[in-house]
């Protein structure tokens, strides 16, 4: 099996076809607050952020890649790397899959197609993600894939009711010799 792929995903480049994906993903206002986002984008700037991807990781710092169903050729969603500080061997992990295609364990495996990128071929040191609180599923599918949490941020992001704490999960190279959702995570609290 090639680097980024197994039997059901494989994770590809962004390509112009991804922009009606990425429009209707960047513009849901429910995920805004995971990433960020404080406007809609629009095709304009998402066109010019596709052109702009074919930057080198090493330069732009940040990767998104298309995760994609092999028997149905269908993208369901992306995974990143963002913020990589080659010095340290380090980058920060998110993961996006579109509502249809939830609770499947696509993101399981794209996030261990994306650690053994970034451990094997990057050779960076460790992963890290920020974890709402309450996005229980986030938070079990990060511990399930090896990310112990390693530290809780008091208030750090807004949602409607005030603020929520966030954990920052960290997963280290080498951390686990099996897969996501096979009960072999390190790490924890």
């Known amino acids: ?10 994770l590809r480049a962004m390509e112009p076809e991804d922009l009606d994906a990425l429009y209707r993903w960047e513009n849901d206002s429910r995920l805004w607050r995971y990433g960020n986002t404080l406007a809609p984008y629009s095709r304009f700037a998402l066109k ?6 074919r930057l080198d ?6 990767l998104r890649l298309m995760i994609v169903l092999r028997a ?11 913020d990589l500080d080659q010095l340290n061997g380090r980058a920060g ?4 899959i579109d509502r249809p295609y939830r609770r499947r364990g696509l993101a399981a495996e794209a996030l261990n197609l994306m650690k053994d990128y970034a451990f094997r071929f990057l050779r960076l040191n460790q992963l890290y993600a920020y974890v709402p609180e309450g996005n229980e599923p986030s ?5 399930d894939c090896g990310y112990g949490t ?7 992001i807004r949602n409607g009711a005030g603020f929520e704490d966030v954990y920052l999960m960290q997963l280290l190279a080498p951390a686990r010799t099996g897969e996501c959702g096979e009960g072999t995570a390190e790490g924890g609290e």
């Not at 050729?73 to 963002?82: A, I, Q, S």
């Not at 992990?93 to 996006?96: D, M, N, S, T």
């Not at 938070?139 to 511990?143: E, G, I, T």
């Open 72 to 82: 149905e050729d269908v993208t369901v969603g992306t995974v990143d790397l963002y």
């Open 57 to 62: 990781i090493s330069q732009s710092r940040q």
């Open 150 to 156: 390693a530290g809780k941020l008091a208030a750090w």
């Open 139 to 143: 938070v079990k599918l990060f511990s």
């Open 93 to 96: 992990v998110g993961i996006l």
């Open 1 to 10: 099996m090639k680097l980024l792929e197994n039997e059901t995903i494989r």
């Open 48 to 53: 010019a952020y596709l052109s702009d991807a």
